[in-house]
Nanobody, 124 residues
Framework: QVQLVESGGGLVQAGGSLRLSCVAS????????MAWFRQAPGKERELVAA????????NYADSVKGRFTISRDNTKNTVYLQMNSLKPEDTAVYSC?????????????????WGQGTQVTVSS
């Protein structure tokens, strides 16, 4: 059984930074792509960033490109999301997810396992 637990969310002023972490239980973490999603109140879930099993291939939403960095440490079964230059529109619940395969697909349906999420609030 796969369990994903996020941490690192909080309240930050615009222009600030946060680093989210997601620890995965279960075997074979290092063989799967991982991703971060976010969902703001009244909005659909948005794929923010994804990376391959090795971390060598990454994808980002245009809205966060250049500000967010996704990475992973397979020795710790952990994936990270470094968020810099935060904006009020980044406010959302951020969740990590594990993919079906090792390739970072840009499709919500390709991520069957999800964490509970962590709240990120950016004040203006």
């Amino acid at each position: 059984q796969v369990q994903l637990v996020e941490s690192g969310g909080g309240l930050v002023q615009a222009g600030g930074s946060l680093r989210l972490s997601c620890v995965a239980s279960g075997r074979a973490f290092s063989t799967y792509a991982m991703a971060w999603f976010r969902q703001a109140p009244g909005k659909e879930r948005e794929l923010v960033a994804a990376l391959s099993w090795s971390g060598g291939s990454t994808n980002y939403a245009d809205s966060v490109k250049g500000r967010f960095t996704i990475s992973r440490d397979n020795t710790k079964n952990t994936v990270y999301l470094q968020m810099n230059s935060l904006k009020p529109e980044d406010t959302a619940v951020y969740s990590c997810a594990r993919g079906f395969t090792s390739v970072p697909k840009w499709d919500v349906s390709q991520y069957p396992y999800w964490g509970q999420g962590t709240q990120v609030t950016v004040s203006s």
